[in-house]
């Protein structure tokens, strides 16, 4: 009963990952798109955008430094286009 259990769990697995296939890159880029929405709404400030919640923000700024280097890379920018932040 143990191995129909397992086989059965294996058979979901790949189904499971059958259907996720064709779709990965597309999640993934949905899941880069969020997080640059996110930058942007962090970073606003800099950019000259009012941020209504900069004070709950700054908590993240250390993590967020991180990220923006990694994302200025993605757009093809050697530095950084931001003044307040090096990160290079």
């Given at each position: 009963?143990?191995?129909?259990k397992?086989?059965?769990?294996?058979?979901?697995?790949f189904?499971?990952?059958?259907?996720?296939?064709?779709?990965?890159?597309?999640?993934?880029?949905?899941?880069?798109?969020?997080d640059?929405?996110?930058?942007?709404?962090?970073?606003?400030?800099?950019?000259?955008?009012?941020?209504p919640?900069s004070?709950?923000?700054?908590e993240?700024y250390?993590?967020?430094?991180?990220?923006?280097?990694?994302?200025?890379?993605?757009?093809?920018?050697?530095k950084?286009?931001?003044?307040?932040?090096?990160?290079c």
């Amino acid at each position: 009963m143990a191995d129909k259990k397992m086989s059965l769990k294996k058979l979901m697995e790949f189904y499971d990952e059958v259907l996720r296939l064709p779709h990965r890159a597309e999640i993934k880029r949905e899941i880069r798109d969020e997080d640059d929405l996110f930058l942007l709404l962090c970073f606003s400030e800099l950019l000259g955008l009012p941020n209504p919640v900069s004070y709950y923000t700054l908590e993240l700024y250390p993590e967020m430094v991180e990220r923006f280097h990694e994302w200025h890379l993605r757009m093809g920018m050697d530095k950084s286009p931001l003044n307040g932040i090096r990160c290079c």
